[in-house]
């Protein structure tokens, strides 16, 4: 079942979710503000006006959130 069960319990207390966050990937750095975890685990992070999926990277808040 994996994340599933749990996410929306984790929805509830995500600090994370609204903040402006810096993602590193293997493809480059992201930049944007945090939305959220998917059920499937995938962190939603928007983006100049659209939405990210991220599996994996290494995630820091930004000092502007």
């Keep these: 079942q994996g994340f ?3 996410a929306a319990e984790w929805a509830g207390a995500d600090c994370l979710a609204g ?4 993602i590193e990937t293997d493809s480059g750095m992201v ?3 945090a939305a959220g975890i998917l059920a499937d685990g995938r962190l ?3 983006c100049d006006g659209r939405e990210l999926l991220l599996v ?3 995630v820091r808040v930004r ?3």
């Design 44 to 46: 939603r992070v928007n």
């Design 56 to 58: 994996s990277g290494d």
């Design 63 to 65: 000092a502007d959130s």
């Design 19 to 22: 903040k402006a966050v810096s």
């Design 31 to 33: 930049t944007g503000t």
């Design 4 to 6: 599933a069960p749990l």
